[in-house]
């Protein structure tokens, strides 16, 4: 099928690694072109080189996306190189270190609000000004399972994709019918979020007392995720493809589970 994402472009918080990356990747082999921002340089080229290997463009910003300015400073640099405007908007980058709930600290319920709640906020609207110029613009924001329907560990990162689900259905109903504005909302996911070095894997391996993925299958089991498995990156991209192209036109407001299974309620 044909998605018309070719010659668009695309703009990805959080883009050289794990779903931000093999997000970037399923965007360029529809043919659009690509920014990327991420405050991992070595990660941010290396994606963009096998972006530019698929025939498109790729353009990378190194940034902080933690506090005001550094979004600012981001997003200004961005729109710098993107000659023909933006079309697509993915609002990706995520930070998580699952702790018990009283282990966590004011300080990580700050970190966790300004990356996962607040980058989305300062981004989204600093580019709908660009967005809003585009014909068929849309915004996909990366949420979670743990937004629907939260588990004991971490309480402060479920809390903030909640926020972030009910901030894609304000934004949805705001900007149309000019914008579509959906979200994915990933299961657990093998990626470098879960697999980084104090990652969720480590996270949950201190909670459970087990080694890394062991923890992490023993938390799949608790929660009796009907596929029995990790989902990879790219099954999260796919969705995310698809909710920005024409093939969603008639597709707003909506939250797209990729979770396995793990929802359990009818709505």
Request: negative net charge; hydrophobic residues 45%.
């Amino acid at each position: 099928m044909e998605t018309g994402l070719g010659g668009r472009t695309v703009l990805i918080t959080g883009g050289a690694n794990g779903i931000g990356r093999a997000t970037a990747l399923a965007f360029a082999k529809e043919g659009a072109h690509v920014a990327l921002l991420d405050h991992d340089a070595a990660a941010l080229e290396e994606a963009a080189s096998l972006i530019r290997e698929l025939g498109v463009k790729a353009f990378t910003v190194k940034v902080d996306l933690s506090y005001a300015a550094g979004v600012r400073m981001g997003l200004d640099e961005a729109l710098s190189k993107l000659d023909d405007g933006l079309d697509v908007l993915i609002n990706n980058v995520g930070y998580g270190d699952p702790k018990p709930f009283e282990e966590i600290t004011d300080e990580q319920w700050e970190k966790t609000f300004q990356i996962n709640f607040m980058s989305a906020v300062r981004v989204t609207r600093h580019l709908l000004p660009v967005l809003r110029k585009k014909e068929k613009a849309a915004i996909v924001n990366n949420t979670s399972d743990l937004g629907r329907q939260p588990e004991a560990a971490p309480a402060d990162y479920g809390a903030m994709k909640s926020a972030l689900l009910s901030l894609t259905k304000s934004l949805a109903r705001s900007e149309a019918p000019k914008i579509r504005v959906n979200a994915v909302a990933p299961g657990p996911i093998w990626s470098t979020f879960w697999s980084r070095p104090g990652g969720f894997a480590e996270g949950l391996s201190s909670i459970h007392k087990m080694p890394p993925r062991q923890a992490v299958d023993h938390e799949m089991k608790l929660r009796k995720l009907p596929l029995e498995r990790l989902g990879e990156p790219e099954e999260v991209a796919s969705i995310m493809v698809f909710l920005a192209s024409d093939l969603a036109s008639y597709v707003t407001s909506s939250v797209w589970g990729v979770d396995g299974g793990s929802i359990r309620s009818l709505i």
